[in-house]
C-alpha cells in the first residue's frame, strides 16, 4: 500500500496497476499515487473499475497463495485484463494511461505479451526505465 502521493514535477502518463490499495492509478515515472484530478470517472467507470479491482484481487490473491501464475493473470486475452484494457482505452482517450503488466521484463522479455511486437523503452525514475507497447497501451518494467 503507497502512502506517499506523485510528487513529480511533470506530468507523466498514469499506470493502471493493482497493488492491493486502495487506487490502482500510478504514476509511470515515481510508481505513486496519481491525483485522479486529471481524469474524469463518472459512475459508471467508476463501478468498472471497482469489478476489475475485486477480480484482479483475487487472481493476485491466488498466485501468491500457489506461488503459481494463474491463467487468467497469465493470459492477456483473457476476461480480467480484457476488463483491464477496456479501462485503460476508455481512460486514454482523457489522458494518456498504461496497463501494469504483472511480469517484469526478466520474465516476460521484450516483446509485447499482448500482440509481440518489440516495445519501447522509456526512462522513470523508480527503476531506471520499463518497456511500453503503445499499441495496446501495455508497461512492463524493467528490473535489472
Ligand atoms: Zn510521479
Ligand atoms: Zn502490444
Keep these: ?15 493502471l496497476q493493482y497493488d492491493f490499495s486502495s487506487l490502482p492509478f500510478a504514476c509511470a515515472n515515481c510508481n505513486l499515487d496519481v491525483d485522479l484530478g486529471r481524469l474524469d470517472i463518472d459512475d459508471q467507470w467508476r ?13 493476485y490473491l491466488q498466485w501468491l497463495d500457489l506461488d503459481e501464475l494463474t491463467p487468467e493473470l497469465a493470459n492477456p486475452a483473457g476476461t ?3 476488463l483491464g484494457f477496456e479501462l485503460v482505452t476508455h481512460f486514454n482517450a482523457q489522458y494518456p494511461m498504461y496497463y501494469w503488466w504483472h511480469l517484469d521484463t526478466a520474465e516476460q522479455g521484450n516483446r509485447c505479451p499482448k500482440c509481440q511486437s518489440d516495445m519501447m523503452r522509456v526512462r522513470n525514475e523508480y527503476t531506471g526505465s520499463h518497456l511500453v507497447c503503445n499499441t495496446c497501451r501495455l508497461l512492463v518494467v524493467i528490473k535489472s
Design 80 to 82: 480480467l485484463h480484457e
Design 47 to 59: 463501478k468498472k473499475v471497482g469489478q476489475w479491482m475485486t477480480k484482479y484481487r483475487m487472481a
Design 1 to 15: 500500500m503507497k502512502q506517499e502521493k506523485c510528487k513529480c514535477e511533470k506530468n507523466h502518463p498514469i499506470v
